[in-house]
C-alpha cells in the first residue's frame, strides 16, 4: 500500500526565506514522488517528479526536492522565498505495478513581505 | 496551459438535480482522471480511464459515473446532486503507455460546480 503524510496544512514564510515543505510517504514498491503545486482557481501544475535517477531533483521556479530512502521522505525546498509562491502544493507518490497516485492533503504556502 | 480543457468552468444547479462534466484531455494522452476537491476533504481520486477502459476506482460515490469514448474525450456523470456534492472537478491527463501511474499528469483547470 501507498501513502503520503504532508506535515503542515500551513506554512507561513517571509519573502527571501529559505522554503521548506515536508512530505514523507510509504510504498511497498520503488516510488515515484512528485510535487505538484496549485495557484487560486487554478489546476494542479507538476514542480518537480522523482524517478529513481538522481536523489535531488530541480524542478520549475527554482524548487528542488531531496529523495530520501532511509528516512522516507521527499521534502520541497526553495533558498528564497518569492511573495509569488504563495500557493497550495501537494506531494504525490506512485509507482509501477498497478498502483494509482496517491495526493497528500496538501500544504497551503503564504509568504508575507 | 496544461492542453486539458475542461467544460462547463462553473455549473450551478438544485439539489436532485444530474449534470454533465466533460474533459478534453491533451493530444496523445491515452489515461483520464478525475478528481473532486473540496474544503473539508481536500483531493479525492475519483475514476481512472485508459484507452475508453476504467482502470481504477476510488471514491466515487454509486451516483457519479464516468466513461471514456474512443475519441478519449471523458465525461463525469453526477446524479442526484446532493449540497455536498459542491465542489471543484478535476480532470488530468497523462500518456501511460505502460504501467500505470508513473507518467505526470497533466490537470486540467476544473469545473467548479456549486449545487443550491
Known amino acids: 500500500a501507498q501513502s503520503v503524510t504532508q506535515l503542515g496544512s500551513h506554512v507561513s514564510v517571509s519573502e527571501g526565506a529559505l522554503v521548506l515543505l515536508r512530505c514523507n510517504y510509504s510504498s511497498s514498491v520503488p516510488p515515484y514522488l512528485f510535487w505538484y503545486v496549485q495557484y487560486p482557481n487554478q489546476g494542479l501544475q507538476l514542480l518537480l517528479k522523482?524517478?529513481?535517477?538522481?536523489?535531488l531533483v530541480k524542478g520549475i521556479n527554482g524548487f528542488e526536492a531531496e529523495f530520501k530512502k532511509s528516512e522516507t521522505s521527499f521534502h520541497l525546498t526553495k533558498p528564497s522565498a518569492h511573495m509569488s509562491d504563495a500557493a497550495e502544493y501537494f506531494c504525490a507518490v506512485s509507482g509501477t505495478g498497478g498502483f494509482k497516485t496517491i495526493f497528500g492533503a496538501g500544504t497551503r504556502l503564504f509568504v508575507k513581505a | 496551459d496544461s492542453g486539458v480543457t475542461q467544460t462547463p468552468k462553473h455549473l450551478i444547479t438544485a439539489t436532485g438535480q444530474r449534470v454533465t462534466l466533460r474533459c478534453s484531455p491533451r493530444s496523445g494522452d491515452l489515461s483520464v482522471y478525475w478528481y473532486q476537491q473540496s474544503l473539508d476533504q481536500g483531493l479525492q481520486f475519483l475514476i481512472h480511464y485508459y484507452n475508453g477502459e476504467e482502470r481504477a476506482k476510488g471514491n466515487i460515490l454509486e451516483r457519479f459515473s464516468a466513461q471514456q469514448f474512443p475519441d478519449l474525450h471523458s465525461e463525469l456523470n453526477l446524479s442526484s446532486l446532493e449540497l455536498g456534492d459542491s465542489a471543484l472537478y478535476f480532470c488530468?491527463?497523462?500518456?501511460?503507455?505502460?504501467?500505470?501511474?508513473?507518467?505526470?499528469?497533466?490537470f486540467g483547470p476544473g469545473t467548479r460546480l456549486t449545487v443550491l
Open positions: 488530468a491527463s497523462s500518456v501511460e503507455l505502460g504501467g500505470p501511474s508513473t507518467d505526470t499528469q497533466y
Open positions: 522523482y524517478t529513481s535517477a538522481a536523489t
